[in-house]
């Protein structure tokens, strides 16, 4: 199935839309971005041009998506989303040429009115819970709320909190309430157990 677009959205020529991709009311995509397939943006989402955006990805309303952001494959942002690009704004001041790259890896959640600061890597299934600030970069499978954000726990793919403190012992595991997937802790890094 082709992409489509709402008769209120702007589709600009160049842009790349995989199959089955859906652009809601309101919302403007620019001729630079690269969309995979199976995404959905809501209402009133901007896409910039420097913006790689993998398959699977839901943006709900009032996001936008700046220039030096990549969303990878399976990638949630709740409504009203932040992103930055620049690091010390001033109108008076020209930056673009001093974007910083943000990368949300792999089914990575990122709650409502979150807000990612630039420069940061949110990690493969990592929770941004709503509200929070994220500054710095977020561990894999990691749980992170408050302003500033810190990590407060650790989530399964399938989005359940797992029975992990948050500064757990190397070789501690816990399983998925919902699907019974095992996860340990390894050097301070969380890893799915092949099953």
């Not at 020529?13 to 790349?16: D, E, L, P, Y």
């Not at 949300?104 to 089914?107: C, Q, S």
């Given at each position: 199935m082709q992409a489509w677009a709402h008769d209120t959205a702007i589709v600009d020529?160049?842009?790349?839309l995989g199959e089955d991709t859906k652009v809601w009311h309101f919302s403007h995509v620019c001729a630079g971005a690269?969309?995979?397939e199976r995404c959905s943006f809501g209402q009133n989402v901007f896409i910039a041009n420097d913006v790689v955006i993998g398959h699977n990805v839901k943006i709900q309303n009032n996001v936008s998506v700046y220039d030096a952001v990549t969303l990878e494959d399976d990638v949630f942002c709740g409504p009203s989303v932040v992103f930055t690009n620049v690091h010390n704004p001033r109108a008076a001041v020209p930056r673009k040429a001093e974007y910083r790259r943000t990368t949300?890896?792999?089914?990575a959640t990122l709650g409502a009115n979150a807000t990612i600061v630039c420069g940061a890597t949110v990690g493969a299934w990592a929770f941004v819970?709503?509200?929070a600030v994220v500054t710095r970069d977020v561990p894999d499978f990691a749980l992170v709320t408050g302003v500033p954000a810190r990590q407060t726990g650790w989530m399964s793919r399938h989005g359940e909190k797992l029975a992990l403190p948050v500064r757990a012992v190397d070789g501690a595991e816990a399983a998925c309430p919902a699907t019974g997937e095992r996860y340990r802790l390894v050097a301070?890094?969380?890893t799915l157990q092949a099953g």
């Open positions: 020529a160049g842009a790349q690269r969309v995979g949300i890896r792999r089914g819970g709503a509200g301070g890094r969380l």
